[in-house]
């Protein structure tokens, strides 16, 4: 008789990169958290305890609020912050971990942080983006010889350098490579052990309230959300709570509504949490298998998303420098667009109009007001909004730089290899193929008002919105309180 194996009790190495080998064996392990913001299913935390363990040293975690990171506002610190918050004690309750939390420069921050408190081994998240790979590139050419740091991708399903070595052209090339993968990597966790040594001082107290105040005021331009409570267990009730979780109350819709924007809870709602790493993928993927049996085609849908676009978006980011300029896209769509550059508009907008939704399309306001009041466009209607930013600005890169302005400030999954991807992927082709060649877009895929009006009732998404944005503004002026968190809004 074969007895099942279990989750594995450590990191699978091919989700482990060794950026710098140091030479002290023995001193204490620091985690440098940043996309990965959560304390359960964490492969991260998991391989920085293990190593702990092994050297009989503490652990910590170290996690640097910048100052502004790519534009951030209240909408986002407030989200994340409210996280780290629920974090740092679940973190100390369960594992007797400290958290430190540092406000600075981060390529001095975790470097002097690692001198003072002798540290051997520095863990740190995975992420394609360029800034935080900067600083990492930076604090590794800092940290003294006898520091090693190790880079885990906690936040692909399958790590992004083991499904690909390269670039790759579209889903369809990276689906098969991901897919074979996954009997490897698509596996329970396991369950984390309080480290074998405590650390020596305690992290000097956190003032949340406070920071969480000072943060609000500062981005106050783009307040927070209220339909979506921030951290892991809120996560967790979103993926498979038993109220209103996704697998188990609305999975069956998702294969045939989650094109449609005005059933937004056929959609799983997980791309905040999935954003600010608040849920592990793999968790929502092996979940989601757990339930195949009772909707195979949605499930089928959801790990193609979840998994497939996802990591693909990631390998984008990964391996092409451009990932969110026009020098990224492919030399076919590049060609075209400059093509029809010059072709004449029907209608040109400002950056301003635009976010301000002035246009003559009442369908392309609603989804932009959709995004500046409840923080999360509908995912079919990003399409639709991203396309026609090309149709009515100046050019390509012009658009592009736009889109990517908006969807950062206002999606609170925004500033995301998947937001990047999104707006490449409708304005300049990547991951698509070409089509037939038409004034403006060339060979780029076309969306147009008419499209939409088959597919969905129109009137009725603008109608929802509408009402959206009236009751938001109606709670925003009812439950703001002078300072802190605004009462809870209900879900929408
Ligand atoms: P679900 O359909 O329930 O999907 C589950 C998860 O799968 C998502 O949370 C997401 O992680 C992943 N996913 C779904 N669709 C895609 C996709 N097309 N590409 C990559 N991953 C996907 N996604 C973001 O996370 N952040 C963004 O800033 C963002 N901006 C976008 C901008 C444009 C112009 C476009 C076209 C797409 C963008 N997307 C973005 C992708 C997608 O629209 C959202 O991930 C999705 O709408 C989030 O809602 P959900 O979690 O309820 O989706």
Redesign the pocket.
């Known amino acids: 008789m074969t007895s099942n194996p279990g989750p594995p009790r450590t990191v699978q190495p091919g989700r482990i990169r060794v950026l710098k080998a140091g030479s002290n064996p023995n001193g204490p392990v620091v985690y440098w958290m940043f996309r990965d913001q959560r304390v359960r299913d964490n492969w991260a935390l998991i391989h920085a305890v293990d190593e702990a363990n092994k050297r009989n040293a503490p652990i910590a975690v170290a996690f640097n609020l910048f100052e502004s990171f790519k534009g951030a506002n209240a909408r986002h610190y407030g989200f994340m912050l409210r996280g780290l918050k629920n974090l740092q004690a679940s973190l100390y309750n369960s594992l007797n971990i400290p958290f430190f939390l540092f406000q600075g420069d981060v390529i001095e921050m975790i470097p002097n942080f690692l001198v003072e408190c002798g540290a051997s081994l520095l863990v740190t998240d995975f992420t394609p983006l360029r800034e935080i790979r900067g600083f990492k590139d930076e604090i590794c050419k800092r940290v003294g010889d006898s520091v090693s740091v190790h880079e885990v991708d906690a936040h692909n399903v399958v790590p992004i350098w083991e499904a690909s070595s390269k670039l790759e052209y579209g889903a369809r090339t990276i689906r098969s490579k991901i897919n074979k993968l996954l009997p490897t990597y698509l596996i329970d966790f396991p369950t984390l052990q309080p480290p074998s040594r405590r650390w020596a001082s305690s992290p000097p107290a956190i003032d949340w309230d406070q920071l969480i105040e000072d943060r609000l005021k500062k981005g106050a331009g783009v307040p927070e959300i209220g339909w979506c409570e921030p951290g892991e267990t809120a996560a967790l009730e979103v993926l498979k709570g038993s109220q209103n979780g996704?697998l188990t109350k609305r999975l069956k819709n998702?294969s045939t509504d989650?094109n449609n924007p005005l059933k937004p809870r056929a959609?799983?709602?997980?791309?905040p949490y999935?954003?600010f790493g608040q849920i592990s993928?793999q968790r929502c993927a092996f979940e989601a298998r757990n339930v195949r049996k009772v909707a195979p085609e949605a499930v089928d849908a959801?790990w193609e998303?979840?998994i497939v676009?996802?990591e693909?978006?990631d390998n984008f980011c990964y391996y092409q420098p451009h990932y969110d300029s026009l020098m990224g896209a492919w030399e076919w769509a590049r060609k075209t667009l400059m093509d029809h550059a010059a072709d004449k508009r029907e209608h040109l907008y400002t950056r301003e109009q635009l976010e301000k939704a002035q246009t003559a399309d009442p369908l392309w306001n609603a989804s932009q007001l959709e995004m500046v009041h409840l923080g999360?466009?509908?995912?079919f209607m990003?399409?639709y909004?991203?396309k026609k930013i090309l149709e009515w600005t100046s050019g390509p890169e012009e658009a592009l730089a736009i889109?990517i302005y908006l969807?950062?400030k206002y999606?609170i999954?925004?500033?995301?290899p998947?937001?990047y991807?999104?707006?490449m992927?409708?304005i300049c082709g990547v991951h698509d193929q070409g089509w037939r060649e038409r004034p403006v877009f060339g060979k780029i895929r076309y969306m147009n008002y008419a499209g939409c009006k088959r597919k969905f009732d129109v009137d009725g998404y603008i109608a929802y919105v509408k009402k959206l944005v009236v009751e938001t503004k109606k709670r925003k002026a009812e439950t703001e309180i002078p300072s802190g968190r605004k009462e809870k809004e209900p879900r929408c």
Do not use: I, Q
């Open positions: 996704f998702y989650r959609l799983s709602g997980l791309s999935l954003h993928a959801f998303e979840l676009r996802r693909l978006a999360k466009m509908h995912g990003r399409m909004w991203a889109a969807n950062d999606e999954d925004g500033r995301d998947s937001g991807v999104g707006c992927w409708s």
